[in-house]
């Protein structure tokens, strides 16, 4: 798997977020919400090493495919998570 902010999308047949099953890997971090955005990629990428944090800007322009590697990690303005990082 290439890791980084262009990896492969590995959709998995996936057509919308909620058909993937993780198996025994994460695939939500609701406890990250709010904490910085760049500790929040490395604690995901070491809870499920099938997956790619990509943190961006919220309102920021973003691939709309759904991807099981990957999790989009949406951040505020001062750069702590604005959302709960899940996978798609």
């Known amino acids: 798997m ?12 996936c057509t919308y977020p909620g058909c993937y099953v993780a198996h025994d890997n994460k695939s939500s971090w609701p406890e ?3 904490i910085n955005g ?3 990629k490395e604690i995901i990428e070491n809870e499920n090493q099938q997956v790619t944090g990509v943190v961006l ?6 691939s ?3 991807c099981c590697n990957r999790v989009f ?13 899940t996978i798609g």
């Open 2 to 13: 290439l890791k980084g902010p262009y990896l492969q999308c590995n959709d998995g047949g």
């Open 32 to 34: 990250l919400a709010g």
């Open 38 to 40: 760049a500790k929040a």
């Open 57 to 62: 800007s919220k309102g920021t322009s973003h």
């Open 64 to 66: 709309l495919d759904i």
């Open 73 to 85: 990690i949406w951040v505020d303005d001062k750069g702590n998570t604005a959302e709960v990082p």
